[in-house]
């Protein structure tokens, strides 16, 4: 009955043991790729917006980000107008580790899809994100 979602969750769970074992000489977690990439496309973006880009809860993305400071990733600052807002930048090691994580994302990518056609890849893209935009929906009523 649940099909899709189980096989989302299962690709997804594969998905994060892939990239935590490939991320593990970089000394990151799974979840922080995502968190970095976003980062590094928007530096200064507030820790709201970034709860809300990768859809986690405030208190993992504060904590998750108090790891990435530690680590030397991620400087968090308070914002230039409204100095309750904390904004976060990538650090030099963020950017020197970022053609690496995104060549991790990468071959992840062309590996799982490498059999489906372009066509095919554009359908799956075009339903997920439908299906995102559908979860969206939901998450903004409650």
Do not use: F
């Not at 690709?11 to 995502?34: D, F, I, T, W």
């Not at 973006?45 to 108090?66: D, F, G, P, W």
């Not at 976060?88 to 994580?101: G, H």
């Amino acid at each position: 009955m649940y099909t899709i979602t189980k096989r989302m969750n299962d690709l997804v769970r594969c998905m994060n043991r892939y990239r935590a074992e490939q991320l593990a000489p970089l000394e990151l977690k799974s979840c922080h790729a995502g968190y970095l990439l976003e980062i590094c496309a928007c530096p200064g973006i507030s820790q709201e917006q970034l709860s809300r880009r990768i859809y986690a809860n405030k208190s993992n993305v504060a904590r998750q980000l108090a790891t990435l400071e530690e680590s030397g990733y991620v400087e968090r600052r308070p914002g230039e107008e409204d100095r309750r807002v904390m904004e976060v930048y990538p650090t030099e090691k963020a950017l020197a580790a970022l053609p690496k994580i995104q060549g991790i994302m990468d071959h992840w990518e062309r590996e799982v899809a490498g059999s489906l056609s372009d066509q095919e890849r554009q359908r799956l893209t075009a339903l997920l994100e439908d299906m995102t935009r559908r979860a969206e929906g939901l998450l903004e009523e409650q």
